[in-house]
């Protein structure tokens, strides 16, 4: 009887398929056509109704967000399995997030939030919640290795976004500075603003 239950749990293929459809056409239509994101123009692109959509997420927002949600869980996941430590660990990590924007970072400079990064993290919102989760052992290792004391690490987070955020990541590398090294630069002064916030 249990097991009857917990089959009936498990979210059916066509329902994890026609969630994925709606990711994967929200990328899409964030890449090519960001001014068109809606939902009845994602659904469509997606070849499913409006009202199934609705039956995913709730609205555009809660579709954006799970979009942009997937790839900060593909940035943690990286994190968590990385056998690095401290700075190593750190510059590894911001090499997986540049190349994760390589495949999907035109689409998530178009997901910006009205409120502040230290608000949403306080607030415990799910996606910088993950975002947490994905830097918080580079952080904090690179923290101890540059003898910078683990109570900034907040701060040290909020750094961490400002610094490596998709937009500018993005045109630092259309500049036409290579992506290894702006990801080098960006790591460099990211460690050496680390040190003089904390001295300040």
Known sequence: MA?????????????LRNRRRLLDATGEVLRTEPRRA?????????GLSVATAYRYFSSVDDLLNAYLHGVIIALRDHSHDAPRTGTALFRDVAREWARLLRTYGTAMVQLRSREGFLHRLHAHDPVITTVREAWERPIRTSMRELGVDASAFDHALFLCNLMFDPRELLDLTASGLPESEAVDRLTSAYFAALKAWAAA
């Open 3 to 15: 097991e009857r239950r917990s089959t009936r749990q498990r979210p059916r293929s066509d329902a």
């Open 38 to 46: 809606s939902m009845p123009y994602i659904a469509e692109r997606a």
